[in-house]
């Protein structure tokens, strides 16, 4: 068990709709990561925020919109969603204060099937 | 942009035999160099890093070689096993840029 918790494991839904995937990140981390993964791709970097501001962007789509709250928990805002958007959703956290190292940990993922 | 090149694609080993996966990097800044284990429907989890001050760093079968000049690192794993069967991604500086993954598959 990584320490990072993501809501829901899984989400079925039709094209066109928005969903919000939810992530809280290891106790005391400050940054967090969120990964497309396709199925049998590798990971896209979507967007990262540390301590409630975007930190960094990747290939994340305009329809695609993340925020970072004050209690450190993330949301991932997924809209006008298309067939393609089907895939596995990772958050990851990073940044334990202390560690020196800013592995990432890595939660169990969201699965998003659009029909 | 940065560019993580790893290879190969794919892996078919024998049990018992010696996986090697390679990646490339750009970026001489990077000080940290870890890859990552991926299981089917699992998020990935660090495996083995290692820190540009060292060529080589074993952990059990694990081992991480490290070329600064070529600005390569390596994961090899010794006395492979079935259960090592997973997606090995490099990730350079944990830099989000990870690499596209190798499929290891470890026949019994």
């Known amino acids: 068990d990584s320490g990072v918790t993501q809501t829901p494991k899984h989400l079925i839904t039709a094209t066109g709709q928005r969903v919000t995937l939810r992530c809280s990140p290891r106790?005391?981390?400050?940054?967090v990561y969120w990964y497309q993964q396709s199925l049998d791709q590798g990971l896209q970097f979507l967007i990262q925020?540390?301590?409630?501001?975007?930190?960094a962007k990747g290939n994340i789509l305009e329809r695609f919109s993340a925020q970072q709250f004050p209690d450190l928990h993330s949301e991932l805002n997924l809209s006008s969603l298309e067939l393609g958007d089907s895939a596995l959703y990772f958050c990851?956290?990073?940044?334990?204060?202390?560690?020196?190292?800013?592995?990432?940990?890595f939660g169990p993922g969201t699965r998003l099937t659009v029909l | 942009q940065q560019q993580v090149k790893q290879s190969p694609q794919s892996l078919i080993v024998q049990k018992g035999g010696i996986s090697i996966i390679n990646c490339a990097y750009e970026?001489?800044?990077?000080?940290?160099f870890p890859w990552y284990q991926q299981f089917p429907g699992k998020g990935p989890a660090l495996l083995i890093a290692?820190?540009?001050?060292?060529s080589e760093k074993k952990e059990g079968r694990f081992t991480i070689s490290f070329n600064k000049s070529a600005k390569q690192f390596s994961l090899h794993i010794m006395d492979s096993q079935p259960g090592d069967s997973a997606t090995y991604f490099c990730a350079p500086h944990n830099d989000m840029r990870f690499g596209a993954g190798t499929r290891l598959t470890v026949k019994p």
């Open positions: 990851a956290s990073s940044g334990q204060m202390g560690t020196g190292r800013n592995e990432q940990f």
């Open positions: 970026n001489t800044a990077f000080d940290y």
């Open positions: 106790s005391g981390d400050l940054s």
């Open positions: 290692i820190r540009p001050d060292v």
């Open positions: 925020y540390y301590n409630g501001e975007e930190r």
